[in-house]
């Protein structure tokens, strides 16, 4: 038997390529894709004699899928914790977190994550008092389901060190929360399970067919990351999953965007530029319809952020920038703009904008003109239909979440979860973008179905678009000769179900760099 390749045939491969976007069989060598055809050509290769056969029944063969921003760090930290998304009110949630409480340790801390009060019946942010009043004596934390709000008991207030005079309701926006977050960061440390908790978060990327993900260290909101935990992971065999690495501080050392290798790289600079839609602190160029009082908080005053911005630039760093309102948006379109008025970035990687979520005609235009990576979420979508239309009344909401209209205008779209704000699963952002509905399939036809993409758009967002997002669109996002062997072997035929079951995909098997990351197939390497 040939021990180095692999014949893949009985499915459909989707290659990624538009060139030739089906195949019956794709043949492995290695690390690299060696051939992908008919069934009939491939077995008639050379390289084919005495390869090993997987034999499919049917499912979708697809290139392996990218996470194009996340915060793994995080979301394994919140894995670890205590969920309440499920949750529908606030008694409700303190249930739950007295539930947990019953199988800690005196001493521990409860972090209760993923909490939205805009599904809770009092439809109101929970506060310190309601969190003293549960009579749980231990120090408490709730991140709200977009990681920009944020609420501590007086337990966990004290054990920060803030001063009880600032501690108010003990809702604390952007920022506020580092202190706190230092503290129980603190306690977790002491527990020694960092590791591990890294390595099954990204085995859950992996159970969906994800073979690189892109993290995002923000250290200022308490996401910090790093990637000395992943290269531990890979000398010791077992990181399944490439790895991109953004941070929010400029690095200390003069290197560029793309320092590091096949399997974990420095990716550049990330920029927060306003908050959340959630928590009203997206910049809007025009006060919140259901609270006239604001219009958000922008992060920077302008001459300083176009100062950093040309820094950064000037150093070869690709800059993934945050914006979700359209005057964040405006802010980020002015800075690329005086970046790229010094010249291309020497990195040779165009800047990225994040989240992108409102985006008025003109601002369109003019992301055009610049050639920004747009990178979107479009598992938003089912979560905050509700919510963006009291924030933002009829007018705005014909600019926002406009997935399709990114993708006609030719700019590159990458797909992402922004996990753990939403689950880690490529397929929920999938589904979304799809169907564009609630998860109950409302409203019937879809939430401004003409922003509705088709089945293979939206795979190029979590696919071929992720690569180039960061320079390896000529090694990763397609199953095509050369390219390295990183692919899913899905659990069914994804274009013959209905379309509301794409939430619901997962992998049959994940192979990244030809190596077994997610499944069975016994005798074949494996990390």
Same mark, same amino acid.
């Given at each position: 038997?040939?021990?180095?390749?692999?014949?893949?045939?009985?499915?459909?491969?989707?290659?990624?390529?538009?060139? @030739?976007?089906? $195949?019956? +069989?794709?043949?492995?060598?290695? %690390?690299?894709?060696?051939?992908? &055809?008919?069934?009939? =050509?491939? /077995?008639?290769?050379?390289?084919?004699?005495?390869?090993?056969?997987?034999?499919?029944?049917?499912?979708?063969?697809?290139?392996?899928?990218?996470?194009?921003?996340?915060?793994?760090?995080?979301?394994?930290?919140?894995?670890?914790?205590?969920?309440?998304?499920?949750?529908?009110?606030?008694?409700?949630?303190?249930?739950?977190?007295?539930?947990?409480?019953?199988?800690?340790?005196?001493?521990?801390?409860?972090?209760?994550?993923?909490?939205?009060?805009?599904?809770?019946?009092?439809?109101?942010?929970?506060?310190?008092?309601?969190?003293?009043?549960?009579?749980?004596?231990?120090?408490?934390?709730?991140?709200?389901?977009?990681?920009?709000?944020?609420?501590? @008991?007086?337990? $966990?207030? +004290?054990?920060?060190?803030?001063? %009880?005079?600032?501690?108010?309701? &003990?809702?604390?926006? =952007?920022? /506020?929360?580092?202190?706190?977050?230092?503290?129980?960061?603190?306690?977790?440390?002491?527990?020694?399970?960092?590791?591990?908790?890294?390595?099954?978060?990204?085995?859950?990327?992996?159970?969906?067919?994800?073979?690189?993900?892109?993290?995002?260290?923000?250290?200022?909101?308490?996401?910090?990351?790093?990637?000395?935990?992943?290269?531990?992971?890979?000398?010791?065999?077992?990181?399944?999953?490439?790895?991109?690495?953004?941070?929010?501080?400029?690095?200390?050392?003069?290197?560029?965007?793309?320092?590091?290798?096949?399997?974990?790289?420095?990716?550049?600079?990330?920029?927060?530029?306003?908050?959340?839609?959630?928590?009203?602190?997206?910049?809007?160029?025009?006060?919140?319809?259901?609270?006239?009082?604001?219009?958000?908080?922008?992060?920077?005053?302008?001459?300083?952020?176009?100062?950093?911005?040309?820094?950064?630039?000037?150093?070869?760093?690709?800059?993934?920038?945050?914006?979700?309102?359209?005057?964040?948006?405006?802010?980020?379109?002015?800075?690329?703009?005086?970046?790229?008025?010094?010249?291309?970035?020497?990195?040779?990687?165009?800047?990225?904008?994040?989240?992108?979520?409102?985006?008025?005609?003109?601002?369109?235009?003019?992301?055009?003109?610049?050639?920004?990576?747009?990178?979107?979420?479009?598992?938003?979508?089912?979560?905050?239909?509700?919510?963006?239309?009291?924030?933002?009344?009829?007018?705005?909401?014909?600019?926002?979440?406009?997935?399709?209209?990114?993708?006609?205008?030719?700019?590159?779209?990458?797909?992402?979860?922004?996990?753990?704000?939403?689950?880690?699963?490529?397929?929920?952002?999938?589904?979304?973008?799809?169907?564009?509905?609630?998860?109950?399939?409302?409203?019937?036809?879809?939430?401004?179905?003409?922003?509705?993409?088709?089945?293979?758009?939206?795979?190029?967002?979590?696919?071929?678009?992720?690569?180039?997002?960061?320079?390896?669109?000529?090694?990763?996002?397609?199953?095509?000769?050369?390219?390295?062997?990183?692919?899913?072997?899905?659990?069914?035929?994804?274009?013959?179900?209905?379309?509301?079951?794409?939430?619901?995909?997962?992998?049959?098997?994940?192979?990244?760099?030809?190596?077994?990351?997610?499944?069975?197939?016994?005798?074949?390497?494996?990390?």
């Amino acid at each position: 038997m040939n021990e180095t390749c692999l014949l893949i045939r009985g499915g459909t491969v989707w290659t990624g390529d538009r060139r @030739n976007p089906r $195949a019956e +069989a794709v043949l492995l060598e290695g %690390e690299r894709v060696l051939a992908v &055809g008919s069934a009939a =050509e491939l /077995e008639n290769l050379e390289g084919a004699r005495g390869a090993r056969i997987l034999e499919l029944g049917g499912e979708t063969v697809i290139p392996g899928m990218t996470d194009a921003h996340l915060h793994l760090l995080y979301y394994s930290k919140q894995r670890a914790g205590v969920s309440l998304f499920e949750t529908r009110s606030l008694e409700e949630a303190i249930g739950v977190l007295r539930e947990a409480t019953a199988k800690t340790q005196p001493g521990d801390w409860i972090h209760g994550v993923r909490y939205n009060d805009a599904y809770w019946i009092e439809n109101r942010a929970p506060t310190r008092h309601d969190l003293d009043a549960a009579g749980i004596d231990r120090p408490i934390l709730l991140t709200r389901v977009c990681t920009h709000v944020q609420v501590a @008991n007086s337990a $966990a207030l +004290a054990a920060s060190g803030i001063p %009880e005079e600032r501690w108010g309701d &003990g809702i604390l926006l =952007e920022t /506020e929360v580092a202190p706190v977050l230092k503290a129980m960061e603190t306690w977790r440390a002491e527990t020694g399970k960092t590791l591990g908790m890294i390595e099954k978060a990204c085995r859950d990327f992996a159970s969906y067919g994800v073979t690189e993900i892109q993290t995002c260290s923000a250290s200022g909101y308490g996401l910090a990351d790093d990637l000395a935990p992943f290269q531990r992971l890979r000398l010791e065999g077992r990181l399944p999953v490439r790895v991109v690495l953004y941070e929010d501080r400029l690095p200390q050392w003069n290197f560029m965007s793309g320092l590091g290798d096949d399997w974990i790289r420095y990716g550049g600079f990330k920029l927060f530029l306003d908050g959340s839609l959630g928590g009203r602190t997206a910049a809007v160029t025009s006060p919140y319809t259901d609270d006239p009082s604001t219009c958000g908080l922008l992060n920077h005053e302008e001459e300083a952020l176009l100062a950093t911005v040309r820094e950064a630039h000037k150093r070869g760093l690709q800059m993934l920038i945050h914006a979700i309102g359209d005057r964040a948006l405006d802010q980020a379109i002015r800075a690329v703009r005086a970046a790229y008025a010094e010249g291309p970035c020497p990195c040779g990687l165009p800047h990225r904008i994040n989240h992108v979520m409102i985006c008025r005609p003109d601002q369109l235009e003019a992301l055009k003109t610049l050639g920004a990576v747009l990178d979107v979420q479009p598992a938003f979508v089912p979560s905050e239909i509700a919510m963006a239309t009291a924030r933002l009344g009829e007018e705005r909401i014909r600019w926002s979440y406009p997935w399709k209209s990114f993708v006609d205008s030719g700019l590159v779209v990458t797909g992402s979860s922004d996990c753990p704000v939403e689950p880690p699963s490529p397929w929920r952002g999938i589904w979304a973008a799809v169907c564009r509905v609630g998860d109950d399939g409302h409203p019937e036809g879809g939430w401004q179905p003409h922003q509705k993409l088709n089945l293979e758009e939206a795979l190029e967002l979590w696919t071929v678009n992720g690569a180039i997002a960061v320079g390896e669109g000529g090694q990763r996002g397609r199953i095509s000769p050369g390219y390295l062997a990183d692919l899913a072997v899905l659990d069914r035929d994804i274009f013959r179900i209905h379309p509301m079951e794409l939430k619901d995909v997962k992998a049959r098997l994940t192979l990244a760099g030809g190596r077994v990351t997610h499944g069975d197939l016994p005798g074949w390497p494996a990390c």
